[in-house]
């Protein structure tokens, strides 16, 4: 069925051409037609209200059909909009119409044949412009809801754990918590240090089995209000409230980190284990409290120094010279 409504810009610096191709359109039924007696002009009419449809006399003196095509494309890219180039020839050489294909051009009607081939062509040309116009609009539509479902996802697929969204959003609330009624909110972040080594050296899922034996081990170890997350590939972050600031000192996590550190992981390839580093801050109501994001990226950025140790580094955020309380860790892990 012809798209009869099909928005159309035709532009060509011969009034007499233009108005040929405008009557012979609107003789088969097409109603939405705006005639353009430059490129420049026609341009301004694209600017203004989209066309699916340009038809074009390819020589023009200021400005010929491959350059306004080009001109197009670069408006379509931005609007995310497809328009449907064709152009009025007189050039029959395949040399000639292959460079204006790769100018952006869709199709070409020979004026010698476009008393008979205008209306078809133009029937031809609104099914295709209809069709990509609609993909582009279901594309744009679709990429929106999967930025609106990340935006609401807090869950990390592989553990079934929180992911870092939820990580930030626990950290926010747990931060307006301790402003208006003390205590303190603690960070402590886990990297798993040789995960990228056990991937590369063992083939299959193992490593993916180890993070997600480590994150089952996680589950076990806090308690049953501490909210636990997957930050990223071989990270994991435990958010958890606090008495005070004294309350959460590296040593007082130290079970849990022996818990997913100590114990090898029974895997296919036989017994591995995870070398694991372990950075820790808590912030109390005294002084300026860090943004969520502030907290996570300083705990984050002192793994550094927790690697040095191979255990626990543990700071206090309200501190102007934080105070250190690490512990080494108990077992000698293999390099």
């Avoid at 301004?44 to 066309?51: D, G, H, N, T």
Wanted: glycine share 6%; hydrophobic share 40%; with cysteine.
């Amino acid at each position: 069925m012809t798209d009869t409504s099909l928005p159309i810009v035709v532009v060509d610096d011969a009034k007499f051409s233009g108005a040929i191709v405008e009557r012979t359109l609107k003789k088969a039924g097409y109603s939405n037609i705006r005639v353009a007696s430059h490129p420049a002009q026609a341009l301004e009419f694209l600017k203004s209200e989209p066309a699916r449809l340009l038809i074009a006399d390819w020589m023009m003196p200021d400005m010929d059909g491959l350059t306004l095509a080009q001109r197009i494309r670069q408006m379509d890219q931005k609007k995310l909009h497809f328009t449907y180039i064709l152009l009025l020839t007189g050039k029959e050489s395949p040399e000639a119409l292959s460079h204006a294909f790769s100018h952006g051009v869709d199709d070409f009607i020979y004026k010698s044949d476009m008393h008979q081939q205008l209306v078809p062509r133009v029937s031809a040309a609104a099914r295709t412009t209809n069709m990509l116009n609609l993909l582009m609009r279901n594309n744009t539509t679709l990429k929106k809801n999967v930025q609106v479902l990340e935006r609401c996802n807090h869950t990390d697929l592989l553990t079934g754990l929180g992911n870092k969204r939820l990580a930030l959003k626990t950290l926010t609330n747990s931060i307006k918590q301790v402003e208006s009624r003390q205590g303190a909110v603690c960070c402590i972040v886990f990297n798993l240090d040789n995960i990228d080594e056990i991937e590369q050296h063992h083939k299959g899922p193992i490593a993916q089995e180890m993070v997600k034996g480590a994150a089952q081990r996680l589950q076990n170890l806090v308690r049953p209000l501490d909210v636990i997350t997957r930050l990223s590939k071989n990270q994991f972050a435990i958010i958890t409230m606090q008495d005070s600031a004294e309350s959460c000192g590296a040593v007082s996590f130290k079970r849990i980190y022996e818990g997913i550190a100590s114990k090898p992981y029974a895997t296919p390839a036989g017994y591995l284990t995870l070398q694991v580093s372990g950075s820790l801050i808590s912030a109390e109501r005294l002084g300026n409290m860090p943004t969520a994001q502030q907290l996570l990226n300083t705990t984050i950025s002192n793994l550094e120094i927790a690697r040095e140790k191979n255990g626990i580094h543990g700071t206090q955020w309200h501190s102007q010279t934080p105070q250190i309380n690490d512990f080494p860790s108990p077992v000698a892990l293999p390099q």
